[in-house]
């Protein structure tokens, strides 16, 4: 970082390579839309460059500070989109895979967890993204959202609960093939 | 296993933790799974794990994002070094900008006359040994091969 901020151009390469997955992740989970996902990470990574110069290694991990980014850029655009475009979009969908047996199954599956995960409110989605998906600890994703661990756990708490009393009672039309990595299966 | 120590406050923490962590006891955190992970997996709390299990699945099914194959390159070009963003090196050198800017329209005439001011502020500076500080700024750099520094920041970078 220190490097990139000096003008190395290989170490902002380096960290573009590094973390861009990560960070794209971020935003897709919390936007559920792939351009807004997308101008989300680059607008990360231009506030990324403007800080470099002055990132000293002493305090927040870097990554951490990395995530704050992201996740404040994407709370900032949901509650702009919210005030533009109060009525709701359907989630979109990353892979357009092609529709066979199983795979329209598996598609079908995605969509009702997606669409689940969608309704959650935005802060209890960003909760179960950092923690579940991002696998941060309890403390760092406390961090990045800017709430304390038993703010954190409360979000995450409700969250799972809005998905469980979603997903629940269709749990075996979702689970009918489904194996434990989520993968569909032939009964 | 829920023992003769698991109290009813062990058993409703343990199913609180699995409400909130879910089902596996690696993404809890290790102050909470050494106390209340055996209680999690014990008998007694069978039909929370399995819900926390279910929903820990459909976790895993969601949408898998894949990054744009070109969106690093769209990331590594907005990135500029700061000497290419920095103003410092071009406003401390201002003063030359300046100079050069109307010297260039002048007619070859002038440059004589130019030549002879040069002369004449030499003299000036080697009897005083100051410089006027555009150029004691230029000189410095010249000197010590900084391409930019930042006046805000007072950092300084190579030169690419």
């Known amino acids: 970082m220190a ?7 290989r170490a902002a390469s380096i960290l573009v390579e590094r973390h861009t997955d990560k960070i794209y992740a971020v935003c897709f989970r919390t936007l559920r839309s792939r351009p807004a996902a997308e101008d989300a990470a680059q607008e990360t990574f231009l506030r990324l460059w403007k800080n470099a110069s002055k990132w000293r290694p002493k305090g927040a991990k870097f990554e951490t500070w990395l995530y704050r ?7 900032d655009q949901l509650r702009k989109a919210k005030r533009e475009a109060p009525e709701e979009s359907a989630p979109e969908q990353a892979d357009e895979a092609p529709r066979q047996d199983d795979q329209l199954f598996a598609a079908e599956r995605r969509l009702a967890i997606d669409e689940a995960l969608e309704a959650l409110p935005d802060r209890q989605r960003a909760a ?6 991002q696998e941060l600890s309890n403390i760092e994703a406390a961090d990045i959202m800017g709430v304390s661990v038993d703010a954190l756990e409360s979000l995450l708490a409700r969250g799972r609960r809005g998905l469980r009393d979603r997903l629940i009672p269709i749990r075996e039309a979702l689970t009918g ?3 434990d990595d989520g993968t569909a299966q032939h009964n | 296993m829920t023992g003769p120590h698991s109290t009813t406050d062990d058993i409703a923490e343990a199913k609180r933790l699995l409400e909130i962590y879910g089902s596996d006891l690696n993404r809890w955190p290790a102050d909470a799974r050494a106390r209340w992970g055996d209680i999690a997996m014990s008998a007694a709390l069978e039909k929370d794990r399995a819900d926390a299990d ?4 459909f976790l895993r ?9 070109d969106l690093k390159n769209r ?6 070094p700061p000497a290419e963003k920095a103003g410092g090196a071009s406003r401390g050198l201002a003063g030359l900008s300046a100079l050069s800017s109307w010297i260039r329209p002048l007619p070859a005439g002038a440059f004589a006359s130019m030549a002879a001011l040069g002369f004449a502020a030499a003299a000036v500076v080697d009897a005083t040994g100051d410089l006027p500080p555009e150029y004691e700024a230029y000189a410095y750099m010249e000197n010590s091969g900084l391409a930019a520094f930042d006046e805000d920041t007072g ?6």
């Not at chain 1, 490097?3 to 151009?9: E, K, L, S, T």
């Not at chain 1, 980014?69 to 709370?75: E, Q, T």
């Not at chain 2, 279910?54 to 699945?57: I, N, R, T």
């Open chain 1, 3 to 9: 490097r990139a901020g000096r003008g190395d151009r």
């Open chain 1, 69 to 75: 980014v992201a996740m404040n850029i994407c709370l």
């Open chain 1, 128 to 133: 179960i993204n950092l923690c579940h998906y």
């Open chain 1, 177 to 179: 093939r489904m194996s």
């Open chain 2, 54 to 57: 279910a929903l820990d699945g």
């Open chain 2, 61 to 69: 099914a969601a949408t898998a994002p894949k990054t744009p194959h």
């Open chain 2, 75 to 80: 990331i590594e070009a907005g990135y500029r």
């Open chain 2, 155 to 160: 950092a300084t970078w190579d030169a690419e």
